[in-house]
């Protein structure tokens, strides 16, 4: 499903992401879970079970925790 480093995972209810910015490449699909810097913080996802079809490709949901902030 890498398809050279296009979309392999849907990120979801993270409040900040819409949008194309929800599609991402995860190099292990098997993870638990993703980190995802944004400006001054990280959102943080779960693996789900559940999959979705954008653009005719199937992708693993991840679903939105948390955030936290980058130290200075």
Same mark, same amino acid.
């Given at each position: ?7 392999? /995972? ?9 949008g194309?910015?929800?599609l991402?490449? /995860?190099? @292990?699909? @098997?993870? $638990?879970k993703?980190? /995802?810097?944004l400006?001054?913080?990280?959102e943080?996802?779960?693996? &789900? $079970? ?5 653009? @005719? ?7 939105w925790?948390? &955030?936290?902030y980058?130290a200075?």
């Amino acid at each position: 499903m890498n398809d050279n480093g296009g979309p392999n /995972v849907f990120l979801t209810g993270a409040p900040a992401l819409t949008g194309a910015a929800q599609l991402r490449y /995860v190099p @292990d699909l @098997d993870a $638990a879970k993703v980190k /995802v810097p944004l400006g001054n913080r990280y959102e943080h996802f779960e693996a &789900s $079970a559940e999959t979705t079809h954008v653009d @005719d490709r199937e992708l693993r949901v991840f679903v939105w925790t948390h &955030s936290t902030y980058v130290a200075e």
